[in-house]
């Protein structure tokens, strides 16, 4: 319950005009802080659904690739440069941004995850920094401005922000597949 009450209150301090203003106003804040705290937000409220509806959970998502993939999808979705600006400029994609993020991504995120094996967490991981990789080139390399509420500096700052993520990822995945984790188990 604790963490529910946890995941409440930043999901309600993120929705706090000033505070949503102010995380929207810097690209780089908007898409690396923002948007993973709104899905932490659910991850942390996402016990309580468990708890709640736990045939729910094992019906749908028995094996953690179903919620995974609902996650992905969202994730996917929020990472168009395109979604992300509209968010600024029309109320409702800022209102879904609100709910599909912590209430579809956080909460199959944290239901999926202990249930994938370490094969499928690696393999989202590599799809994360695919991902990033993708995404940094396409911010940093486009000449033009792909979103309008931006400027090009901050575009530059988040494909940076990208690439950077997308190392550490790499860095992260070499270190698991060189250490022998039976030392630890």
Known sequence: ??????????????????????????????????????????????RLFQIKFPRFFEKWNGNGIPGIMLFLI?????????????TLTIQSAEIFKFISLPFIGGISLRDSWKKLSVMGKNTVIIIFTVKYF????????????????YLIIDQLTLGWGFLTTAICLVIYLIYTAVIDRSKYE
């Open 134 to 149: 993708g995404m940094g080139l396409l911010y940093i390399e486009t000449p033009v401005q792909l979103c309008n509420n």
């Open 74 to 86: 969202v994730a996917v979705y929020w990472t168009i440069p395109k979604t992300m600006d509209e």
């Open 1 to 46: 319950m604790k963490q529910f009450i946890y995941g409440l209150l930043l999901y309600i301090t993120l929705m706090i005009p000033p505070v949503a203003h102010f995380l929207e106003s810097i690209m780089i804040v908007h898409m690396h802080m923002q948007m993973p705290l709104l899905v932490f937000s659910g991850f942390l409220m996402a």
